[in-house]
């Protein structure tokens, strides 16, 4: 029923530039935290960016804040990773995850995306 559809994932050369966007149906999108999450191989998931659902909070990686910027159109339910000034130690499979704001339990993932970036 829920479904969280990524895209935008791909190969890129360092500093370059790509935009993740991730499509929500089957909830009520403005009642999620939409968050960004990466994993590289070898190490554990990380939370890259998160968004409360009205803007008003936004959390970053300490290594991604000035180049990664978290958005949201709870009209088109859909959030959205820019990702700016790529690096190589970008290289993962970024993913989007949706939590409900009063119910921690009720959350998703999406299916993952491929970000590499090399020359």
């Known amino acids: 029923q829920v479904q969280l559809v990524e895209s935008g994932g791909g190969l890129v050369q360092p500093g370059g530039s790509l935009r993740l966007s991730c499509a929500a149906s089957?909830?009520?999108?403005?009642?999620?935290?939409m968050s960004w999450y990466r994993q590289a191989p070898g190490k554990e998931r990380e939370l890259v960016a998160a968004?409360?659902?009205?803007?008003?909070?936004?959390d970053y990686a300490n290594s991604v804040k000035g180049r990664f910027t978290i958005s949201r159109d709870n009209a088109k339910n859909t959030a959205y990773l820019q990702m700016n000034s790529l690096k190589p130690e970008d290289t993962a499979v970024y993913y989007c995850?949706?939590?409900?704001?009063?119910?921690?339990?009720?959350?998703?993932w999406g299916q993952g995306t491929q970000v590499t970036v090399s020359s």
């Open positions: 968004l409360t659902g009205f803007g008003s909070s936004t």
């Open positions: 995850n949706a939590e409900h704001y009063s119910m921690a339990t009720i959350s998703y």
């Open positions: 089957g909830l009520t999108f403005s009642s999620y935290v």
